[in-house]
């Protein structure tokens, strides 16, 4: 039965902030647009007029599919062919959500978002709910069908093993230009050693291919060793053009407010790099080549226009 035109615009104007929602529990744009759907399919079915508060019953039911779907996903992970990384969203898409505040900024980071894949679905939907959109823990106790203490003590869990991981320095969009250029002339100057002075001593890279385009099993780990990796990736070679689809041109952007080389053949993304930058150094690289989850990143990236990329490659 179709819904009057009233309840449909109530859904829509909803639409935004429950896309963001789903994207950080989920860390999959298409799976947050999948969750999203079937909400407004639950919303059509319901007997709206006794829904008392349309925004609190919509996140309910969005948490409550993004919690039976992360439960499915980590059993899907364990088969994952490599590294699992989160999906890239390129700056200026709104799946991003809030950013007003450093919380709702981190909560989306790509350093963030492969940390929640650590958390008990409870805890990433506490946290989430908590740091990201501010919901007091009253109402995520009732979205979550948990006592508000429960709420608190989750949140508190969380955020401890969140922040075991690294201490993230925030940059603007100027500032991540100059860091991705300059981590870019390192990488393309023939040499080790001006890369490793950008890296920390424990830096990491990590790739996924989703077994679909060669990405390392392993992570690297080491500045070192990484730097070697890097050299060698930035180094051309007719294999790796032929591997790409063409000419690569190599840009400066932000993904997930991150600093981030995004490489582009014929208008087609077919890699983000995402910069963990911290006040040591580069401690981290998240670099994702699968086709399946540079498909939003495309669209994003045919929709603005970049300028002329920093070189062509390979």
């Known amino acids: 039965m179709a819904l009057p035109v009233s309840d449909v615009e109530r859904f829509e104007a909803s639409r935004p902030r429950l896309e963001a929602i789903a994207y950080r ?125 429960a709420s608190q003590q989750i949140l508190h869990r969380a955020k401890k093993h969140v922040a075991e991981g690294r201490t993230r320095t925030e940059v603007d969009e100027a500032a991540a230009r100059r860091v ?16 490793v002075r950008l890296l920390t001593a424990d830096a990491v890279s990590i790739g996924d291919g989703g077994g679909k385009v060669p990405a390392r099993a392993k992570a690297f780990e080491g500045a070192r060793a990484v730097a070697t990796f890097m050299r060698g990736l930035f180094k051309p070679g007719k294999a790796k053009r032929a591997l790409a689809g063409g000419t690569v041109a190599v840009h400066a952007g932000t993904a997930n407010g991150d600093p981030a080389v995004v490489a582009v053949v014929d208008g087609r993304v077919i890699g983000v790099m995402c910069l963990e930058i911290t006040p040591e150094g580069i401690a981290g690289f998240r670099n994702q080549v699968n086709p399946d989850k540079l498909e939003r990143a495309t669209r994003r990236w045919a929709a603005a226009d970049h300028g002329e990329p920093l070189f062509h490659a390979f």
């Open 180 to 195: 991705v250029e300059e981590f870019l002339a390192a990488a393309t100057s023939g040499r080790t050693e001006p890369l």
């Open 25 to 149: 529990l989920l860390g999959s744009a298409s799976e947050a647009e999948d969750a999203v759907q079937e909400t407004y399919l639950r919303w059509q079915a319901a007997d709206i007029a006794r829904v008392e508060v349309p925004e609190a019953w919509l996140t309910k039911v969005l948490t409550n599919l993004c919690l039976n779907q992360l439960t499915s996903a980590r059993a899907r992970r364990e088969t994952y062919v490599g590294q699992w990384l989160p999906e890239p969203l390129l700056a200026g898409d709104p799946m991003l959500g809030p950013a007003d505040t450093a919380e709702q900024r981190e909560s989306v980071s790509f350093a963030v978002l492969a940390l929640l894949e650590r958390l008990s679905p409870s805890e990433r939907a506490v946290y989430v709910l908590r740091e990201a959109f501010g919901y007091p823990h009253r109402e995520i106790a009732a979205i979550l069908d948990l006592t508000e203490a």
